[in-house]
Every structure is written in structure tokens, then in C-alpha cells.
């Protein structure tokens, strides 16, 4: 078992740690626990883009133009760059490398919310998934977020995806790929002394996959890192949230790597 340090109290916690090949849980903390879980739920969509590749319901090389309501600053690139005519694929690598809001809607419009929300469900996660579509300047009193979820689905939903088992090997394969490029090594997985910028193959001893998300009320990061020489691997869910009017993201920030530094020590115990 791993031991979870402490967690600051500014912020609700839902966390799962578990051995990827076996889905034991090596820790936990309130791990049914509902909260916002913000581009974390464009994972959901790039497990439906991916299937409707693979079926040939939808192809990959197809373009599409935004609209001017897809549209939305902060994350990603899309929206500063002058060509944003791209194809289907490349929105996608593009959410998984930078989170990208803008081809997140574009996906959105091109294959329906109620899609991807249908879709979530019939594979089983019933409190995790995505709620609505990229908003800046939310309101306050608004009910809808991005996406919401659990550290026990989310983990779940990373052990399937390790496992080849989300639709199958080929769509779980396609979904690893355009997370592995995530530049976002904020959180938990700080702590292997990877390239943010280059760390497809195996580095210091550790491949990462992951998708984070950010908003000023939260951070959450999921992913599953392997270890070399251990051939261990641990899956991970690790969600915060905060009341808005308060900002311990640094505390928050710390007990993420406080995380990820357990699970480097467990994964280099021979």
C-alpha cells in the first residue's frame, strides 16, 4: 500500500491510486466524491472521436473551420493561430498536447455533446463525463461545468484505456497517443523529471501518459506512469477542488506532488 501525505484542507480532495495491471488500490481518499473536473472530461470526447475513427463513421482527415462560437481563449493555441482549418486527428492531438478549447468545441459541434455524453454511459461511468461545452466568463449561478466526475471512475476510466479496453486495443491505443503528448506536467506527475515537451517514449526510467485540467476554482490530473526497471504501473485520479473567493492553488499544487513523489518511491521499490 502507498501512504497519502496530507492533504491541505483548503480544497475538497477525491483521490484513487491503483496498480494498473491488477486495479488494486494502493491508496485512496473520498473517492466517490463528485466535483468539477474540467478538461479532464475531454478525455470522454477523445474516446469517442477515436471510436468513430475506428469504425469509419467518421474520418479523420476531414477539416473543419471554426465557428465563430468555437472560439475560446486560454487553453490551447488554435484560437491565436492564422490557419484553423485543421483535420479531425489533429484537433484531437491538439487537445491532448495543449487542451485545446477551441478544437474541443469544433469536435463538439462536428459529432454532438449527446454523443459523447451517450457514449460515456454506455461504458459504464455514470457520475463522470463531460457537461457542456467550452464557456469562458461562466456565470457564477450556472449549473453546468465542462465535466464533473469521481476518482473512482476516472481511475477506472484509466485503467481501461492502459488496458486496451475502452471500445477496444486499437481506439485505447489511439487515446494513449494524444494524451502521452501532454505538455502539462504541472500536478501529479511533476515529480519524474520528464520533458514536458518530449516524453512519448521512456525517459528517466518513467512513461506518462495524462490529461489535467485547470480553472480558478480547481485542478485534477489523471494518468498512469510506468516504471522501467520495476515494470510496475500506477494508474491515478487526483481531484481539488476549492471554494471560488479563494486561491490555495500553491498549497493545492504541493500536496499533487506530494502524490507524485509517493508514487515515484513506490514505483522504484524493487
Request: proline share 3%; charged share 25%; net charge negative.
Amino acid at each position: 500500500m502507498l501512504e497519502l501525505p496530507v492533504l491541505t484542507e483548503s480544497a475538497e480532495w477525491s483521490v484513487r491510486l491503483i496498480e494498473a495491471d491488477t486495479a488494486k488500490v494502493i491508496a485512496e481518499h473520498a473517492p466517490g466524491r463528485l466535483l468539477k473536473t474540467a478538461s479532464v472530461g475531454k478525455t470522454f470526447l477523445l474516446a469517442e472521436v477515436a471510436r468513430q475513427i475506428s469504425v469509419g463513421t467518421l474520418d479523420a482527415m476531414q477539416t473543419i473551420t471554426p465557428t465563430a462560437a468555437d472560439v475560446v481563449a486560454d487553453s490551447g493555441i488554435l484560437y491565436l493561430m492564422k490557419q484553423k482549418e485543421m483535420r479531425i486527428d489533429d484537433l484531437c492531438l491538439l487537445i491532448g498536447a495543449v487542451s485545446d478549447n477551441t478544437a474541443t468545441n469544433m469536435l463538439l459541434r462536428r459529432i454532438g455533446l449527446r454523443a459523447v455524453q451517450e457514449a460515456t454511459r454506455e461504458l459504464g461511468f455514470v457520475e463522470s463525463g463531460m457537461r457542456d461545452r467550452v464557456r469562458l466568463n461562466r456565470p457564477v449561478d450556472d449549473a453546468l461545468t465542462l465535466s464533473s466526475g469521481t476518482a473512482a471512475e476516472l481511475c477506472e476510466l484509466v485503467r481501461r484505456i492502459e488496458a486496451g479496453e475502452i471500445h477496444n486495443a486499437d481506439v485505447s491505443a489511439q487515446i494513449r497517443e494524444w494524451l502521452a503528448v501532454n505538455t502539462d506536467l504541472s500536478m501529479v506527475a511533476q515529480c519524474f523529471g520528464l520533458d514536458p515537451l518530449a516524453h512519448t517514449e521512456l525517459d528517466n526510467g518513467f512513461q506518462l501518459w495524462n490529461k489535467t485540467g485547470t480553472i480558478s476554482d480547481a485542478r485534477i490530473d489523471i494518468g498512469c506512469v510506468r516504471h522501467d526497471r520495476s515494470r510496475r504501473s500506477i494508474g491515478y485520479a487526483v481531484l481539488a477542488n476549492w471554494p471560488l473567493g479563494t486561491d490555495p492553488r500553491d498549497e493545492v499544487l504541493g500536496s499533487m506532488r506530494s502524490i507524485g513523489l509517493g508514487i515515484r518511491e513506490y514505483l522504484e521499490r524493487i
